[in-house]
């Protein structure tokens, strides 16, 4: 499985060509460890221990990130095609690819730079589950997609929910995002 997504991943960074001719040497144990942390049980068993976390720190008055972090990634591009193709995501039944089944989502926090403007796409499914991928900006973290899924695992008890969330960094032009470079993007979300 682990040498099928790294499959998936060259091709998704790099085209199809790069599958045929491989990447970088370079590069090659940056996508590895990348093809690995995104197999989904992988993921799955991450973002349980990191929820865990965030929990029982909060307990403490801590505030600490309940989600999976993935380095940053060169660019939007490689971020954004990530976060639109994740594979935990798909095995529970989210597609970002299929916009017939999506809603867009609205920045609605008052914090944020990106309040009222769409920044991503939201999609429920029949059981009540959720899944969210929206582009993010936070000056202490930087650029980065988020990916939220909220699953019902049993019908019969739907107030249950198991949260399973997800930030994939990125850079601008080989450095961090600015604010504004962020906002640019942002455009291309907007109706």
């Known amino acids: 499985m682990r040498y099928i997504n790294l499959i998936i991943i060259i091709t998704i960074f790099h085209g199809p060509a790069a599958v045929a001719k491989g990447p ?11 093809a690995e942390q995104i197999e989904p049980r992988s993921f799955f068993e991450q973002a349980r221990k990191k929820s865990v976390e965030a929990r029982e720190a909060a307990k403490n008055g801590i505030k600490i990130p309940g989600e999976v ?3 940053q990634l060169d660019t ?3 971020a954004r095609n990530l976060a639109f193709n994740f594979p935990p995501g798909e095995s529970l039944g989210i597609s970002f690819r299929d916009y017939s089944r999506l809603d867009r989502f609205q920045v609605t926090m008052d914090s944020s730079s990106l309040k009222g403007k769409y920044v991503g796409w939201k999609q429920k499914l029949p059981d009540g589950s959720v899944g969210v991928v929206r582009l993010d900006w936070e000056p202490g973290r930087g650029a980065h997609f988020n990916l939220e ?3 019902i695992p049993n019908k019969a008890n739907p107030s249950v929910r198991e949260n ?6 990125f850079k601008c032009q080989g450095r961090p995002c600015t604010e504004a470079e962020i906002l640019a993007l ?6």
């Open 149 to 151: 899924y909220e699953k």
């Open 76 to 78: 939007f591009d490689q």
């Open 186 to 191: 942002a455009r291309q979300f907007q109706p």
């Open 69 to 71: 972090i993935y380095e």
């Open 164 to 169: 399973f969330k997800a930030a994939i960094h």
């Open 24 to 34: 970088a040497p370079s590069s090659c144990s940056k996508w590895a460890k990348l």
